[in-house]
């Protein structure tokens, strides 16, 4: 588990507050987390989530991420692109329908500007709803958006790498 990348599907709503505020309890649990980072959540851990007090937990989250991770960026696509790829592979494996799929595209298309890694997905998902089936056109369109995430992926893993070297 990870805070930015769990900001992130917090951000493009792939998950609710109510999760949000789950993860931040089991990642202050590990063993691996940084002590400072372990208190810098205590204030969120502490907040009453069975009141409005739990509206507080992006802001607070947001000052924590920025305090401990400097270089995290939404923007950066990393994340989302990670996620869209998950969504992809669960919309294949159908643990989630084609409707709760199409929910994501509106959001990843605003924070980044109708970016070209979602394809097609938007003229695929528009006329989605709760009945609709996993057909031949979604699922192919899904194969090449993972294919394609996988691709990008790859080069920004091989950029980073020449850059460091």
Not at 6 to 26: C, D, G, H, S
């Amino acid at each position: 588990m990870n805070l930015e990348k769990t900001y992130t599907e917090y951000l493009i709503e792939t998950i609710t507050l109510n999760t949000l505020i789950k993860r931040v309890n089991q990642l202050s649990k590990l063993k691996e987390i940084d002590e400072n980072l372990r208190g810098d959540l205590i204030p969120i851990i502490r907040l009453n989530t069975n009141s409005d007090e739990k509206f507080q937990v992006p802001q607070l989250l947001d000052a924590v991420i920025k305090k401990h991770f400097s270089k995290f960026d939404v923007k950066k696509e990393y994340y989302a692109q990670s996620i869209l790829k998950e969504k992809c592979n669960a919309l294949l494996e159908e643990r989630i329908t084609p409707f709760e799929f199409s929910k994501i595209i509106p959001e990843l298309e605003i924070l980044f500007d109708y970016p070209e890694w979602l394809g097609d997905l938007y003229n695929v998902f528009d006329w989605c709803d709760e009945n609709t089936e996993t057909n031949h056109y979604i699922k192919e369109e899904i194969i090449e958006r993972i294919k394609d995430l996988e691709r990008i992926m790859k080069k920004n893993n091989n950029d980073q790498t020449n850059c460091n070297l």
